[in-house]
């Protein structure tokens, strides 16, 4: 079979490994990949965001089955576009992407069908915004409406931080366009659980859980990011807290979705908060979470392609879904002063050899006269997977000390509270 992989991060080299394993799979195309996926597949320069160039090359191709993996192609209608020239994919189309591509969207669904999610209210006007702030307790939350590379939510610690946010985001342009009708949210506390689900829209196989640090800094101090590190399972995650959310959450979502009319085909992550009162949903993302992929995909037991054209085909509930009961740890490594500004175009040194169970997954690499050079602010992820959590986070972290590059930083504590939760049990 031939594939194409629409990407170019850690979760897309991610996912390319695994697809890699399936027998019938004989060439991998990433769209547009990275100097470290060319190892693992034909990195082809159309950038994720081209729709119309992506859907030529795969007709041209001859592309058997598609695999879009970011949220801006998904909410931007690619899936659409490459299932009108009769190329089979996985992912969402354009009218379920927008349960991520639109947070107002999704606050509304889930009032409407009663998911539990943190209290809200909707603006897109800066008056009623302040008015409302006026007589809101801090912390206050608010979050651009659209899409803002994972930045687009500032918890604001008094009303004036959260009326400079409001103002920042609806006229000062902060985030774009997506940034015109603001959310404002009740703050929640707890512990937080990313759980990526498998779903054909009659079905929902939810994959082991996980755990990211989005801050920058050791001791969840610095800015947010897009992720800095993830560990699965999730050990606050009990069997117990599984069940409610399957119930409360995962299968009211999925037939919401059906019932607007916008039956949701991919995977489907539900970031959540677990509060005194229960499991909320603080996000849906229309895609697999980076760097949740590299840690959930080597836990996967069964064949990853198989399960994706299931999806496709609505097959799921005949599908194996099956992971390994062990562990993994991710630790990124970034460019130092990433989420802002960072220098690029350093030499990575790797090293020779790679204990079993470890993995590199690659994001802002590029080759560059045969190097392997830094082109972006999370360089790679450093995985290991073991029977224990320890095992699997002292893997990552000897893994990593291998690994180096001008300008190189990660964080020293990935894992730490989830160990401390799996000790003080
Ligand atoms: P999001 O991009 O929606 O995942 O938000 C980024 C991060 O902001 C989350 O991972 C949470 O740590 C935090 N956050 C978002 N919404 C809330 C909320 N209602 N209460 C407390 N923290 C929140
Ligand atoms: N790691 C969070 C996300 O992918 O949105």
């Known amino acids: 079979m031939r594939i194409m992989v629409v990407g170019a991060g850690g979760r897309e080299h991610a996912i390319i490994r695994k697809i890699a394993q399936n027998k019938k799979v004989g060439k991998i195309f990433a769209l547009p990949g990275n100097g470290g996926i060319a190892a693992d597949a034909e990195c082809v320069p159309i950038d994720a965001a081209d729709i119309g160039g992506i859907t030529a090359f795969a007709v041209k191709e001859r592309v058997d089955f598609a695999v879009v993996a970011p949220d801006d192609p998904l909410v931007a209608g690619a899936v659409d576009e490459l299932s009108a020239a009769g190329i089979p994919c996985f992912g969402p189309d354009k009218k379920a992407a927008i349960i991520e591509g639109s947070k107002i969207f999704a606050k509304d669904l889930m009032k409407k069908y009663g998911i539990p999610t943190a ?12 008015a409302y702030i006026d007589n809101a307790d801090a912390p206050i939350v608010v979050k651009a409406d659209g899409l803002a590379l994972g930045k687009g939510v500032i918890i604001a610690q008094t009303r004036e931080e959260a009326k400079k946010a409001v103002h920042d985001m609806m006229e000062g342009g902060l985030f774009g366009g997506s940034g015109k009708r603001v959310v404002i949210e009740e703050y929640l506390e707890g512990p937080e659980v990313s759980v990526l689900a498998f779903t054909d829209g009659k079905t929902i196989k939810p994959m082991v859980s996980s755990m990211d640090h989005k801050r920058a800094l050791d001791g969840d101090r610095g800015l947010n ?33 059906n019932a607007e009319g916008r039956t949701f085909r991919g995977c489907l992550y539900f970031g959540l908060m677990l509060t005194d009162r229960g499991p909320k949903v603080i996000e849906y993302n ?52 990433y989420p802002e500004k960072y220098e690029k175009g350093f030499e990575i040194t790797l090293p020779d050899y790679r204990a079993p169970g470890t993995e590199i997954y690659f994001a802002g690499a590029k080759l560059s006269d045969g190097k392997l050079v830094t082109s972006g602010g999370r360089v790679l992820g450093a995985v290991s997977t073991g029977g224990t959590l320890e095992a699997a986070v002292s893997g990552a972290y000897g893994l990593i000390k291998t690994i180096s590059f001008e300008n190189m930083f990660y964080r020293n504590d990935i894992g730490g509270r989830a160990l401390k939760a799996v000790k003080t049990r």
Do not use: W
Not at 119 to 130: C, I, K, L, M, R
Not at 233 to 238: A, E, G, I, M, R
Not at 239 to 253: D, G, M, N, Q
Not at 312 to 331: D, I, M, P, R
């Open 119 to 130: 209290g809200y209210a909707t603006f897109d006007s800066v008056d009623a915004a302040d």
């Open 286 to 337: 229309c895609r697999f979470g980076d760097p949740e992929a590299q840690v959930v995909l080597p836990l996967l037991e069964s064949d990853l392609l198989e399960i994706m054209i299931a999806v496709h085909n609505g097959t799921l509930e005949q599908t194996e879904v099956k992971f390994s009961g062990g562990h993994a740890c991710c630790v990124i490594a970034a460019s130092k002063g």
């Open 225 to 257: 990011t897009g992720g800095m590190g993830t560990i699965a399972p999730n050990p606050y995650y009990t069997e117990e807290i599984a069940a409610r959310c399957t119930e409360e959450i995962f299968v009211p979502t999925v037939r919401a979705m």
